[in-house]
């Protein structure tokens, strides 16, 4: 259980590190362009690897398949690491208040998409090949054949729009070309701030503890439902879904409302949704579209937190270097996302949870779920409790903070500490949570090991 619960994470780990992405891609332009050609540098790479996965995906060890992706998204992480920096050029055009509008529009489409490869998965994923016994279709296309559909969809969609995008010059003309010894010292005169350091700050609290995961929803969805793909697909599709609805709700009703408040009831929404558990765990009625349901409902608030990141960011970024200080809040904000992760399922060691499944699912076994479900909603009420305070109210507030914010080393050293402190521990506790021979350590969230180290 806590090997599935971070696998998703350690795919999307290159995310965390995209600021160094952003710092070569400011310093290096090709064909005086800053960003389509790392678009489709990127692209390309990724297009290669699933090349690679479509031949050689159905005999891979799981640990090795899990790395594979990860390394697929790496390459993601260079075209979108760019895509982030126009898109952050095209918003300082747009109109005070309105300014959001183009970056959560792109964010939609992204969402979208997702839920059409939700639909990819119910329907054409759902074969004996990919589900537990007696589940599914009779027919269904195995992991090989899905990268296969998949570079079918891309190539003749992705081209097209790489070739006949064109990238606005006027928006970089004039622009110096910054050094990435330029770049490191000015995201070293940023990091002086005390702005920045808040919203780090605001981060663990917020998406850490106050965002905290009930992973409950692997143990019950993967192991106890034993659900098949077209519920996980069904399930794909509604996270999505609710992500959309939390950012389409925020550009129209809370661009411009107190961002406090707005965290305050998202915190009490994912306490009480996180709580829901409750009825599967301690009650005979287990229904897999009521645990989707609950799944897919706290992805709204991430729809939510993600644009409350961005626009703050947005805010913040000096002229120029949009990118870089896009990329190195974000990134931080992603290593944070990773912990919560990270931080979940440590906390199912106590509780001995990372075991249960249909087989061994009985009284003892709901009690320590039951615990550990109460530990997590009052992990989230006291995460919002300490942490709203440090990330501004509104944008106005925000650039209040920004000028007197002053510029203090011990600020700029107790950042950067922070940050790699976020980065490195969770990239640890990932790669020992996949890999067979330590995923059942304690500290990952393991029951112990038998041989070996045990903590």
Request: aromatic fraction near 14%; hydrophobic fraction near 50%.
């Amino acid at each position: 259980n806590n090997t599935c619960s971070v696998s998703g994470s350690v795919v999307q780990l290159a995310w965390n590190i995209k600021i160094f992405i952003a710092f070569f891609c400011e310093a290096y332009w090709v064909c005086g362009l800053r960003r389509k050609p790392y678009m489709i540098g990127g692209w390309v790479g990724g297009v290669g690897i699933l090349l690679f996965l479509a031949f050689a995906a159905d005999s891979l060890a799981f640990e090795s398949y899990i790395f594979l992706c990860a390394f697929f998204e790496f390459f993601m992480m260079i075209a979108d690491a760019n895509a982030d920096g126009y898109t952050v050029q095209l918003s300082r055009l747009e109109h005070p208040e309105t300014r959001g509008h183009i970056l959560s529009n792109g964010q939609l489409c992204r969402f979208f998409m997702s839920m059409f490869a939700g639909v990819v998965q119910s329907f054409l994923l759902n074969g004996p090949t990919t589900n537990p016994p007696g589940q599914g279709f009779d027919w269904g296309l195995t992991i090989s054949q899905m990268f296969w559909l998949i570079l079918g969809i891309i190539c003749p969609t992705l081209l097209p729009a790489l070739y006949y995008f064109r990238e606005k010059k006027s928006l970089s003309s004039g622009v110096h070309r910054v050094t990435m010894g330029e770049q490191l010292r000015e995201v070293w005169e940023v990091l002086h701030n005390i702005t920045v350091f808040f919203i780090m700050i605001w981060s663990l609290g917020f998406i850490v503890l106050a965002g905290a995961t009930n992973r409950v929803s692997v143990i019950m969805e993967g192991g106890i439902l034993q659900m098949s793909q077209l519920l996980f697909g069904i399930d794909n599709i509604s996270t999505y879904l609710m992500l959309c609805i939390g950012i389409w709700i925020f550009k129209t009703y809370l661009l411009n409302y107190n961002w406090r408040i707005t965290q305050v009831w998202t915190t009490i929404l994912v306490a009480g949704l996180n709580l829901l558990w409750l009825v599967p765990i301690l009650s005979s009625w287990r229904n897999a579209y009521f645990a989707i349901f609950i799944d897919s409902s706290e992805q709204f608030v991430q729809g939510i937190t993600q644009v409350l990141v961005s626009m703050a960011v947005i805010e913040l970024a000096p002229q120029n270097l949009e990118a870089t200080t896009y990329e190195l809040i974000i990134s931080v904000s992603n290593a944070f996302i990773t912990l919560n992760v990270v931080v979940s399922t440590q906390l199912m060691a106590p509780f001995q949870l990372a075991d249960i499944d249909a087989d061994n699912d009985d009284a003892a076994a709901n009690e320590r779920m039951a615990q550990y479900t109460f530990l997590i909603s009052g992990i989230n009420i006291l995460g919002a409790c300490t942490s709203i305070w440090f990330f501004p109210r509104s944008r106005e507030q925000c650039h209040e903070w920004k000028l007197a914010g002053g510029h203090k080393r011990s600020v700029a050293i107790s950042a950067l500490v922070f940050a790699i402190l976020a980065l490195a521990y969770s990239l640890v506790a990932m790669v020992l949570t996949v890999l067979p021979s330590t995923a059942c350590l304690k500290f990952v969230g393991g029951n112990g090991c038998a041989n070996g180290p045990d903590f």
